[in-house]
């Protein structure tokens, strides 16, 4: 059974203050993902890695970075967050060849 | 980049009959078209796909069909039930070996009246 996990549920944090989230899939899994999910405006892709230290663009990468340094895990770092950073965060893994994307339970951030 | 746009926003049924969101999308290059449920509070989690060279795939009371033409696919579910309840949202990407990004619809929100 896949899973996948991330560091926190819920996060508060300060304006200007570097956020670090994390994730972490049991499966061996090539594929990680970071989401935000905002009411009325579906999953957007943020980042996404095929490989470890690799990483490419999603569609609103702006004011965020990755790393991946272990195929296990993928982490979202906001440099400086901002109140429009405020949002749920999904991260999500698939395997090399398949195209299902399993989920983390998400961690709801608040940027005050 | 891709643009999937999804509708309805919200769908209101009574139990037992059947739901069909729609979504159209835009990169014609697009050929993987998954369908995600997420239930209050929970995560995403796949219910249904389809791939480019098919029209049609059923699972139970759920079917998907996909014209590629016209660069729409639906969702339909027969014979709704109180637990099909949740947000359901479609999604885009271009296989190419399964490391891209999905571009999903904004959601449909989905209530089965008893």
């Known amino acids: 059974d896949v899973k996948v996990t991330q560091s926190s549920r819920y996060l508060v944090k300060r304006t200007g203050e570097k956020v670090f989230l994390e994730c972490v899939q049991d499966?061996?899994?090539?594929?990680m993902f970071w989401y935000r999910q905002d009411p009325g405006l579906g999953l957007r892709l943020i980042y996404f890695s095929y490989d470890v230290k690799m990483k490419e663009k999603g569609d609103i990468p702006e004011g965020y970075s990755v790393s991946r340094e272990k195929k296990e895990r993928f982490s979202l770092i906001l440099e400086s967050a901002s109140t429009n950073q405020t949002s749920m965060y999904l991260c999500?893994?698939?395997?090399?060849?398949?195209?299902?994307?399993?989920f983390g339970p998400g961690t709801r951030l608040t940027v005050t | 980049g891709e643009n999937v746009e999804q509708h309805p926003s919200t769908l209101s049924v009574q139990e037992g009959d059947s739901a069909v969101i729609k979504c159209t999308y835009s990169d014609s290059a697009s050929n993987y078209f998954p369908w995600y449920k997420q239930e209050l509070g929970k995560r995403p989690q796949l219910i249904i796909d389809?791939?480019?060279?098919?029209g049609e795939k059923k699972d139970q009371r759920i079917a998907v069909t996909l014209n590629k033409t016209a660069k729409h696919f639906s969702l339909h579910i027969t014979e709704t039930q109180p637990e099909d309840s949740a947000v359901y949202f479609c999604?885009?990407?271009?296989?190419?070996?399964?490391?891209?990004?999905?571009?999903f619809g904004k959601g449909t929100h989905l209530i089965i009246q008893p």
């Open positions: 389809i791939r480019s060279n098919v």
């Open positions: 999604a885009a990407s271009i296989q190419g070996g399964g490391a891209d990004g999905l571009t």
């Open positions: 999500a893994s698939s395997p090399g060849r398949s195209y299902e994307q399993y």
């Open positions: 499966m061996d899994h090539e594929n």
